[in-house]
């Protein structure tokens, strides 16, 4: 079955310190893996979609990575307002690919 | 406009009525996506609109659940006889092309009582 797993469900750090979100991925022919933020009552905001393995791309203090079987998000030196909850999702080929298959996510909160 | 637009952001209902909830894409995005948002589960996929074509309503989980969209512009989701399980965000999605960002809106919040 295909699946998209974010761990951990929740992260707390302080203010400034570094820290990596990992979202894993057991999809076949995986089109495009995405990051979105979501403030709680808002939609998902929209971060990055990354296509290739080895491709990273980078947001103010956000840096995202992927590889064969996971993607990480990056935050460097996290402040207050980068609290949100994180969610990865994959899209596939075959039936639906324009569907995307979204993990539960990763709370952030960042403490002043 | 600028972004996506939904319609009511709030919705409480009765057991057994039916409810609609409208979605306004960014102009000139052809692909418009309807999905659900559970407490303490993902985002679960429900339909997809592209242009003129056919809708991909393989994620509906019912019969009680339809949708269409008009004019390949704005997007209404009509769930019929409404039961207690059907209390989630619906949010809707709108995208230029398949694999590209999809800008969401802020979500339906549907409370069945």
């Known amino acids: 079955e295909d699946q998209v797993t974010q761990s951990p469900e929740a992260l707390r750090l302080q203010e400034g310190e570094s820290s990596s979100l990992n979202c894993s991925y057991t999809v076949s022919g995986l089109r495009g893996l995405f990051w979105y933020r979501q403030d709680p009552g808002k939609g998902p905001e929209f971060l990055f979609t990354?296509?290739?393995a080895g491709e990273e791309k980078e947001k103010e203090r956000l840096k995202a990575t992927l590889t064969k079987k996971e993607s990480f998000l990056h935050i460097t030196a996290p402040k207050p307002e980068d609290s949100a909850t994180y969610l990865c999702?994959?899209?596939?080929?075959?039936?639906?690919?324009?569907?995307?298959?979204f993990g539960k996510g990763t709370k952030l909160s960042v403490i002043p | 406009g600028a972004g996506v637009s939904q319609s009511p952001s709030n919705k409480v209902t009765e057991k057994g009525k039916d409810v609609e909830l409208r979605c306004d894409p960014i102009s000139g995005h052809t692909a418009l996506y309807w999905y659900r948002q559970s407490l303490g589960q993902g985002l679960e996929f429900l339909i997809y609109f592209q242009g003129n074509s056919a809708p991909d309503k393989s994620g509906l989980p019912s019969d009680r659940f339809s949708a269409e969209r008009t004019g390949g512009s704005v997007s209404t989701l009509t769930i019929q006889r409404t039961q207690q399980e059907d209390s989630a965000v619906y949010l809707c999605a709108s995208s230029k092309r398949l694999y590209y960002g999809y800008t969401f809106g802020s979500g339906t919040r549907l409370t069945v009582v």
């Open positions: 999702a994959a899209a596939y080929s075959g039936a639906g690919s324009y569907q995307l298959t």
């Open positions: 990354l296509y290739s």
